[in-house]
């Protein structure tokens, strides 16, 4: 065998390599050289609304997505590279979300462009995202030395609902299988890592922990595992399962007051984590040990 690896060994490396070409493995994307506001692709909301039985107009909640871009490059006038990371704030009553894959495109074409200040940074990009998003979007642009300071990990406070020992045989959205005890009412905060859902998009996973905190009829803890995993093999976007999320509870549960966040993991160096919230807020909004 030793005979056999030597002579392997001299083989040309493009020889050595496993083809790969029957797959889609390596699909080419084609990366902006040049700073492109057009890769910006905004998706309307609406359309998922109106899966949910939403019409256009009032919405039962409110709320914001807020976006974290680790990946934000630049050039000062000197040529020399900037880097930072930026949150993006998008009201949840904006026309339109933006697709993630085109947002990590249009801040790509950003790499090779020159620009004075952070400030003129900021000002370029809260203009084109508001223009995608049809809704002015606020910008924050943090220096990676104050941004730990700023967005610190945190453990979330509540009950989290994962060490039940319960038979799960459902991975199917099921709205109507929350409910609620009978008996006192509830101020708390339930939350779980184990949410998962799939781009329509691409079919990828997208990982990501939900917190639920709500005053109202007491949630019943098994069935509500139960639901948020029945997400697993739900495709929608970010925004739009967190939206079903907090239809379905208003639908079952009558909360007076509920907030419901959830913190995706990042994916293509952006993380999406929309929050929406039904009366007074009940906050929670810290980066979590996945982020």
């Known amino acids: 065998w030793l005979g056999a690896l030597s002579a392997r060994a001299r083989r040309p490396v493009a020889q050595l390599m496993a083809d790969y070409r029957d797959t889609a ?31 256009s107009g009032a919405l039962p909640f409110a709320g914001v997505d807020t976006w974290t871009a680790y990946e934000l490059s630049w050039l000062a006038n000197n040529g020399l590279p900037q ?30 462009q020159r620009l004075e200040s952070e400030l003129a940074l900021q000002n370029l990009l809260q203009k084109d995202l508001s223009a995608a998003a049809g809704a002015a979007v606020a910008v924050q642009i943090f220096r990676l030395e104050e941004y730990a300071a700023c967005r610190p990990l945190g453990e979330p ?28 009412p509830a101020t708390e905060m339930l939350y779980s890592h184990l949410l998962r859902s799939n781009c329509p ?25 139960r639901y948020l995993v029945s997400y697993r093999s739900h495709q929608d976007f970010h925004e739009q399962c967190v939206e079903a999320i907090t239809l379905d509870l208003i639908n079952q549960c009558a909360p007076q007051q509920l907030t419901v966040t959830a913190r995706y993991t990042r994916r293509g160096g952006i993380d999406i984590n929309p929050q929406r919230i039904v009366g007074t807020p009940i906050l929670h909004n810290v980066r979590q040990v996945r982020q």
Request: hydrophobic share 35%; proline share 5%.
């Open 157 to 184: 406070y509540g009950h989290c609902l994962d060490q039940q020992n319960i038979v799960i045989d459902s991975y199917q959205r099921n709205g109507q299988s929350v409910a609620v005890e009978a008996g006192t």
């Open 83 to 112: 880097v930072a990371i930026a949150e993006f704030t998008v009201p949840a009553d904006s026309p339109y979300i933006i697709e993630s894959k085109s947002l990590k495109l249009y801040l790509n074409s950003l790499n090779q």
């Open 201 to 225: 998009v691409t079919d990828q996973p997208d990982w990501a922990s939900i917190y639920i905190a709500y005053c109202g009829p007491k949630i019943d803890r098994e069935s509500l595992l």
């Open 25 to 55: 493995l390596g699909d080419a994307t084609v990366y902006p050289r040049s700073y492109d506001a057009s890769l910006l692709y905004p998706i309307a909301r609406q359309r998922g609304r109106a899966e949910l039985g939403l019409e």
